[in-house]
T-cell receptor, first 113, second 111 residues
Framework: NAGVTQTPKFRVLKTGQSMTLLCAQDMNHEYMYWYRQDPGMGLRLIHY???????AKGEVPDGYNVSRLKKQNFLLGLESAAPSQTSVYFC???FGTGPYEQYFGPGTRLTVT | QKEVEQDPGPLSVPEGAIVSLNCTYS??????FMWYRQYSRKGPELLMY??SSGNKEDGRFTAQVDKSSKYISLFIRDSQPSDSATYLC???????????WGAGTKLIIKP
């Protein structure tokens, strides 16, 4: 099992450019999450999904959109990148809510210049 | 004020020492408490999980929850250089499936 995979691993964007981050999991998990991690801020939830075709906003959703067309995939889009979106982005998935273990991908390092 | 406070460190200790990592929180509704370990340039991995108050032990690791003080701890005995990582606490309430994360403490074990 590959677990949770993320593509790309690194990306540099110019302000105003758009991109999509792809997350895939092979554990048949219903729940998927997108986080960003910044120094001193811990993990902050951007958007999450409780099943195929559903999405919901997390703590810091502005500037991002998501889609979950297939159960195994969760896409994070940046329509018009800003320097404030420079961060490390992690995707995670879990079997259930609350105390269920979240399995994380290796992260995507995004720099917006 | 953040819901979960965690000292970012770094905390540097010699090999073999007992390490104490801590988080405080403000939401009395939190019932589930977790510790994740994150190696450099990797995603976090679940290390330990406790429900409500009390202690839980797993090998060299012990997790403690003191709900009266809103304080959780992770102890590492006989620390090893391979324990060098960032340790994140996370917690959630029964009624809310979102995990609330601490900022993480960077731990360095010196050989």
């Amino acid at each position: 099992n590959a677990g949770v995979t993320q593509t790309p691993k690194f990306r540099v964007l110019k302000t105003g450019q758009s991109m999509t981050l792809l997350c895939a999991q092979d554990m048949n998990h219903e729940y998927m999450y997108w986080y960003r991690q910044d120094p001193g801020m811990g993990l902050r939830l951007i958007h999450y999904s409780v099943g195929e075709g559903t999405t919901a906003k997390g703590e810091v959703p502005d500037g991002y959109n998501v889609s979950r067309l297939k159960k195994q995939n969760f896409l994070l889009g940046l329509e018009s990148a800003a320097p404030s979106q420079t961060s490390v982005y992690f995707c995670a998935s879990s079997f259930g809510t609350g105390p269920y273990e979240q399995y994380f991908g290796p992260g995507t390092r995004l720099t917006v210049t | 004020q953040k819901e979960v406070e965690q000292d970012p460190g770094p905390l540097s200790v010699p090999e073999g020492a007992i390490v104490s990592l801590n988080c405080t929180y403000s939401n009395s509704a939190f019932q589930y408490f977790m510790w994740y370990r994150q190696y450099s340039r990797k995603g976090p991995e679940l290390l330990m999980y406790t429900y409500s108050s009390g202690n839980k032990e797993d090998g060299r690791f012990t997790a403690q929850v003191d709900k009266s003080s809103k304080y959780i701890s992770l102890f590492i005995r006989d620390s090893q250089p391979s324990d060098s990582a960032t340790y994140l606490c996370a917690m959630s309430a029964l009624s809310n499936y979102q995990l609330i994360w601490g900022a993480g403490t960077k731990l360095i074990i010196k050989p």
